[in-house]
């Protein structure tokens, strides 16, 4: 089984910047396609962002694009999110999936997941 442990969450003020880490395990982590997605107390699973194998396509929801950035280190097995200019709307529990192929909605019911990392910003 493939294991995910993020990282990096905590509480920060609006404006301010996060980086989530998403550490993998496994022989074969650089074959998967990988994603951040986040859960808010109340509401569903949504899609943030995600990478595929190489690194080289990147795709994220239009309330992230241009504050959030991901990236991976196949070396290192560690997929990263950097938030910049955060907002009280950012403010859930960040998930790092991991699959044959790349999803870019929140309903998955393939692939593997991580625990979650608590992200809260204030106002």
């Known amino acids: 089984q493939v294991q995910l442990v993020e990282s990096g969450g905590g509480l920060v003020q609006a404006g301010g910047s996060l980086r989530l880490s998403c550490a993998a395990s496994?022989?074969?982590?650089?074959?998967?396609?990988m994603g951040w997605f986040r859960q808010a107390p109340g509401k569903e699973r949504e899609f943030v962002a995600a990478?595929?194998?190489?690194?080289?396509?990147?795709y994220y929801a239009y309330y992230v694009k241009g504050r959030f950035t991901i990236s991976r280190d196949n070396a290192k097995n560690t997929v990263y999110l950097q938030m910049n200019s955060l907002k009280p709307e950012d403010t859930a529990v960040y998930y790092c999936?991991?699959?044959?192929?790349?999803?870019?909605?929140?309903?998955?019911?393939?692939?593997?997941w991580g625990q979650g990392t608590q992200v809260t910003v204030s106002s």
């Open positions: 496994g022989r074969t982590f650089s074959s998967y396609a």
């Open positions: 990478i595929n194998w190489s690194g080289g396509s990147t």
């Open positions: 999936h991991a699959d044959e192929v790349l999803h870019t909605r929140g309903v998955i019911t393939t692939g593997y």
